[in-house]
């Protein structure tokens, strides 16, 4: 089949995996007989645009970059909104790509919903639908025969859950642990080298690693939001946000870091869930892990989770945790494994 | 479908397998929908069984483990040897876990050649087949409409083929460094706790890590194997074994690993492939890494995989690499990806 594409937001992660599918074309039906058009388009900010023959992507892309709106596109249809392009739109699967609202969902939630229902499959990086009803989700795509796929969600591009519930099929992932912030991680690898915390968040601001109101990193609101997916779909829990308990790293001073480097240790921001009887606990709290740890050696703004299993002990994972195009690609392996299955 | 199981070889990674089937048989069926007997068992020590109705692997095990010869149950079709076995049993699947000839593929290669003849699945850890020839094999059970799968072969049962093939598809995977043999890493690893070479693979053979003859693994030939395998699954090469150059760790000396601590690096025996144009050039060597490169951590008999890619960079999976119930859970995750597959 070919597949017909139409992207909810088009930010830094959608044009990302546009920059990705407009170079690899060609490769990509050779190596893996996947073909697609994209149809449709539609953002808050850039305007919308539809064509169900399929839109030129560079062209597109080239738009974007010289700030045009897309709505001035010949084949631009009139501004229809997220919902409208869901609907209207001759696509077969969603990307969905707009911001992530943990708290409800957002109206992400509604996009995927809708996208589901309508017998459309949805790709997509946002933490927010997620982590409020990934089961019900995961049903409705069953229901309509579907597929809902997410791996960017957590670690980026690094195939986090993909390795978790395909890769691992048959284990019992008995507990995860994870580095799966890639700010807080660089800014206590450089107060490890001897930055205070107010300059090594500078530092990460300026690199684009943290946002202006860094609350969300610092805080551990992004790792409390992952450590709920990972707990929800590798671990089949069904919990609630406020169910993993939060701690983020400002309560950590320079001295915290030297002493523990003194016992040969290093404090890490690290997510956690584990299994204990029948029900899952899950936290995001500074742990001083021993330097042997597998985690303990994973530096900056890199990301890693390691899972403990029944037959394999600790197998982990060491990789990026953002970036356009990492993030961007986590949307294309998931478009290639609905293509394996369809 | 109900898979129809036949071992052919039932040494400690058959063991393996069947130990987790026979204690995970509901939790297969509930969560993965995976069911299946085993109805045949050929095994050039312990002699040959068959019931087409399904064996009782308890009690399989119980005798294995009390020594008795398999050819005196009383479903023992009068010594049914590996050939006869693949072609006359009723088996839909046959689990090829003989013994390994990297040099000729040995009769393993025919096991495979003859079950994907004949339309049945393999699932196999048996490096010399899949080093052989293993484009021609993965062709055959395409034309029979069947699977080949080997994720057993490189890295025991943590995902290193399926991680590459699967989880990274979409990326070029454009250069491989790799620790996998644990018996050198762990010699290594004691090295570098002040050991001299003899005592610390003494100690490799005390803990089972190292046979009697290490050759195998210290002048790096499983290494050599495995690499091998990667260049021509992942990278899609055509090598023989000649191809990749190889030199083991016995060149090492204690003053080696003390000078390269001195400069904050460690020896490793690296696999490694890599994109050249439009070649592979491969070769098994000790290298020596500097301590932030994600292999350098890997300690003891853990291995571990650096797959450098074009939209992730790097992507490090790491775990065990060896182990009864490690590789024999291998095969089971092979099994689960052809059920899905079904």
């Given at each position: 089949m070919t597949f017909k594409l139409a992207f909810i937001g088009f930010g830094v992660v959608g044009q990302g995996l546009a920059e990705i599918l407009a170079e690899k074309r060609e490769r990509l039906r050779e190596k893996y007989d996947f073909e697609f058009e994209v149809v449709a388009i539609s953002d808050m900010k850039l305007g919308s645009v539809y064509d169900p023959e399929g839109l030129d992507l560079d062209e597109i892309l080239k738009k974007v970059e010289e700030g045009d709106s897309l709505s001035d596109h010949p084949d631009a249809e009139n501004g229809w909104d997220s919902l409208e392009t869901i609907e209207k739109a001759d696509a077969d699967t969603i990307i969905e790509v707009t911001f992530t609202d943990m708290e409800t969902g957002g109206p992400a939630l509604d996009h995927v919903k809708k996208a589901l229902k309508m017998g459309k499959n949805v790709v997509s990086t946002n933490k927010g639908p997620v982590a409020q009803e990934v089961k019900g989700l995961l049903d409705l795509a069953?229901?309509?025969?579907?597929?809902?796929?997410?791996?960017?969600?957590?670690?980026?591009?690094?195939?986090?859950?993909n390795l978790a519930m395909k890769n691992l099929a048959g284990c019992e992932i008995e507990e995860?642990?994870?580095?799966?912030?890639?700010?807080?991680?660089?800014?206590?690898?450089?107060?490890?080298?001897?930055?205070?915390?107010?300059?090594?968040l500078q530092k990460a601001q300026d690199l684009g690693y943290a946002e202006a109101d860094p609350t969300g990193d610092v805080e551990g609101v992004d790792a409390q939001g992952k450590t709920l997916i990972l707990s929800n779909t590798v671990m089949g829990a069904d919990m609630d946000l406020e169910d993993v308990d939060r701690e983020g790293i400002t309560g950590l001073t320079s001295q915290d870091i030297k002493e523990a480097e003194k016992e040969g240790k290093r404090w890490k921001l690290i997510a956690h869930a584990e299994k204990d009887g029948g029900e899952v606990k899950a936290k995001v709290s500074p742990e001083k892990l021993s330097k042997d740890h597998p985690l303990a050696g994973v530096m900056g703004p890199t990301n890693a989770i390691t899972y403990s299993t029944d037959h394999l002990n600790d197998v982990t994972i060491i990789g990026p945790g953002a970036g356009k195009e990492e993030t961007g690609y986590s949307l294309l392996v998931d478009l290639l494994a609905i293509n394996e299955e369809v």
């Open positions: 069953d229901e309509n025969d579907v597929h809902y796929k997410f791996e960017g969600t957590v670690l980026s591009g690094t195939p986090a859950i995860i642990k994870g580095i799966v912030n890639g700010t807080t991680n660089y800014i206590l690898t450089k107060m490890e080298d001897g930055m205070g915390y107010e300059e090594a």
